[in-house]
């Protein structure tokens, strides 16, 4: 299944996702764990509550997002809530089939961007990989790219949720970014090595504007789960309570 | 130390000290934010009249709800960002240098007519949200900016300029980094020697898992630290360490641990006794102190754990240290290592085995072989020499 349940509910997530004008931070650490396990899961919850979901991507084409929805059993292309946006590459894809053809193109197009969110009410941003566009753009042009998408989002009473790699290049943009974040998430590989059963570990902690939230319907749970991928899905669970170790 | 001495309780309740500029400094893993707020409740519960600069976020909405709150909002604005040309022209808040002193001579102007009320003599707190965005553009001009800003609201205890920053802010937070130093990036910070000098008061805040690091006996196992813990980014309560600069030159230091309530979102702060003596108590009792305490969660209130080892370690420091303790070690045991009277008498009358012996020949009489004297009854082999074998020896 798309939706993580098992997260939601460690997290004490009702919706599954954070509250509204809300900002997600997920990093990944490690060659073995992927920040992008997560997209699928913010993405299907936020159509199944039918808001639409903007998704730009700086490392991946459509085409990859669309497989892995398809492997857990979501026709992305179906979903008119659905739309894409190619940061990856400066051409604009025009060429590609419209079932894979992205929304729009971002190179060089920010306000065309900004406008297209603004029309957007309610929206689930992903920006995934956004450490890419500091090798592009540098550290204070990219930081500037999300504090103006965070702005617009939480005018519109959306979420944002940002997808960065964390070493020491993107160490100082993490550390910004955790400023404006109110949820971090951080994927890691387990300290002890590799595991057939495990994939990785997920820590969650408060980041820095969490306090400000004055809607909590429930309480945010720090809370350090260890998760397996598998094919069609992604199981989360207490360390040492993977059904396959037990 | 009791919780009323606490320099941080007099500096957040306007008590006793007068500290233009207070500055509160944090990490990526520790944040200042709800400290600050806590200390704007504060202020609005006295009744004084609070100016909000926001350059990254708005306060929480209890705050900006308060009529005595007056909000100056410096964020990006909507308008700004949908006409960005692109990455080459992008609008900031901050811009450049010029418009930092625009920004100076705003608040300038806010604090002065704020002074012109009625009610100003209740006071007056100016609090910027985060300089971090002003020391991106310039650290020469936001510098200028504090002193511009605290010239203009005065040296009384009830006024003051209350802001905060990243002490990671230009690299590592006085540590190397977790992934090594980078090629070209060091790690000092010179915003944070700069602001600390300036400043009138510095509040550093830490997550309380770091207090077991300033404790003796505390070291590395080598296993990197990860970037943020579970226990990071506490919302409800920290550690703090104070550097004050009072008027007569004194600096005095302390660290506390404070807590903000749930119900007031006031802050609370509770003793951390680091000094040598306690630190000395602490490194022998803590095992113990800390075997009897329940694992601290989350959710729980553990910000005075801490604080209560540390009062008992004190306490038995004391015992210890007095002087009828310290002249006889037996006095504090379980078990007698003392004698009695018959004890000693029965001990001075037992007669040691061939004691006799070693008197009489000693004197030289006595019965029996009369005397020490080795017999030796030569082999066949042996080469009888009379000369003293120790004579080439230069003693």
């Known amino acids: 299944m798309a939706t993580y349940k098992t997260l939601s509910s460690s997290l004490n997530w009702p919706t599954g996702l954070g509250n509204t004008g809300t900002t997600t931070l997920v990093t990944s650490s490690g060659l073995g764990s992927d920040c992008g396990t997560l997209v699928p899961h913010f993405v299907n919850t936020t159509l199944a509550l039918e808001h639409p979901v903007v998704l730009l991507s700086f490392t991946q084409t459509y085409n990859h997002y669309l497989h892995i929805m398809r492997k857990m059993g979501v026709n992305l292309s179906k979903h008119s809530g659905m739309h894409f946006v190619n940061g990856l590459t400066q051409s604009d894809l025009s060429s590609l089939p419209a079932a894979t053809r992205p929304a729009l193109t971002l190179h060089n197009r920010w306000p065309e961007f900004f406008q297209y969110l603004s029309e957007l009410p309610g ?9 890419s566009l500091v090798d592009t753009q540098g550290l204070d042009e990219a930081v500037w790219f999300f504090e103006a998408c965070q702005r617009i989002v939480e005018q519109t009473g959306g979420r944002l949720v940002v997808n960065v790699y964390l070493d020491e290049w993107t160490e100082q943009l993490v550390r910004r970014l955790i400023r404006r974040a109110h949820y971090y998430l951080a994927f890691e590989v387990l300290g002890s090595g590799t595991a ?8 969650a902690a408060p980041a820095h504007l969490y306090c400000q939230i004055s809607a909590r319907e429930k309480e ?6 260890h998760y397996k991928v598998s094919d069609a899905t992604v199981q989360f669970f207490s360390p040492g309570q993977s059904r396959i170790v037990l | 130390m009791n919780a009323t001495g606490l320099s941080i309780r007099r500096l957040a309740t306007y008590q006793q000290y007068s500290a233009p500029l207070v500055i509160v400094s944090e990490t990526a893993q520790q944040t200042a934010l709800p400290l600050l707020e806590s200390m704007v409740r504060e202020s609005i519960a006295r009744n004084m009249h609070v100016l909000a600069v926001c350059l990254d976020t708005l306060p929480s909405t209890d705050i900006t709800g308060s009529p005595l709150v007056q909000v100056v909002d410096r964020r990006l604005s909507p308008e700004s960002i949908l006409s960005a040309v692109g990455p080459e022209r ?5 811009g450049n240098q010029a418009s930092i002193s625009l920004l100076q001579r705003d608040i300038e102007t806010h604090i002065s007519r704020i002074k012109t009320l009625p009610t100003a003599e209740q006071g007056v707190l100016v609090v910027i949200d985060s300089l971090d965005r002003l020391l991106r553009v310039s650290q020469a001009a936001t510098l200028g900016l504090l002193r511009g800003i605290r010239r203009a609201v005065g040296n009384s205890i009830k006024t003051r300029l209350l802001t905060r920053f990243g002490r990671d802010f230009d690299g590592p937070d006085r540590s190397a980094s977790k992934y090594g130093n980078v090629e070209g990036r060091n790690s000092v910070s010179y915003p944070a020697n700069a602001l600390s000098e300036l400043a009138d008061a510095m509040i550093d805040v ?3 898992d770091t207090l077991k690091k300033w404790m003796p006996g505390w070291y590395s196992d080598g296993k990197a630290e990860p970037f943020i813990s579970l226990g990071d980014n506490d919302f409800w309560r920290g550690l703090a360490r104070l550097e004050h600069k009072r008027q007569s030159g004194k600096v005095g230091f302390e660290v506390s641990t404070f807590e903000i309530s749930t119900k007031t979102g006031l802050p609370k702060f509770s003793p951390i006794d680091v000094s040598a003596a306690a630190q ?3 490194s022998e009792h803590v095992p113990e102190a800390l075997a009897s305490l329940p694992e601290p969660k989350p959710a729980s ?3 005075t754990a801490t604080a209560t080892v540390a009062a008992a370690a004190a306490r038995s420091q004391e015992t210890r240290d007095s002087p009828a303790m310290s002249a006889d070690p037996t006095a504090n045991l379980s078990f007698n290592l003392s004698l009695t009277d018959k004890q000693r008498r029965d001990k001075a009358n037992v007669e040691l085995p061939y004691l006799e012996a070693q008197v009489i020949s000693d004197a030289g009489t006595g019965t029996g072989a009369g005397g020490s004297e080795i017999h030796y009854q030569l082999d066949d082999e042996d080469d009888w020499d009379n000369e003293d074998p120790d004579d080439d020896l230069e003693i």
Not at chain 1, 196 to 203: D, F, H
Not at chain 2, 90 to 94: K, R, T, V, Y
């Open chain 1, 220 to 225: 945010f749970k720090p809370a350090m789960l």
């Open chain 2, 280 to 282: 000395q108590a602490l």
């Open chain 2, 90 to 94: 992008l609008p900031s808040a901050a």
């Open chain 1, 123 to 131: 929206c689930t941003l992903i920006l995934d990989g956004l450490c």
């Open chain 2, 206 to 208: 830490y997550p309380l």
């Open chain 1, 196 to 203: 057939a059963e495990v994939s990785g570990q997920l820590k």
């Open chain 2, 301 to 303: 209130a553990t910000a």
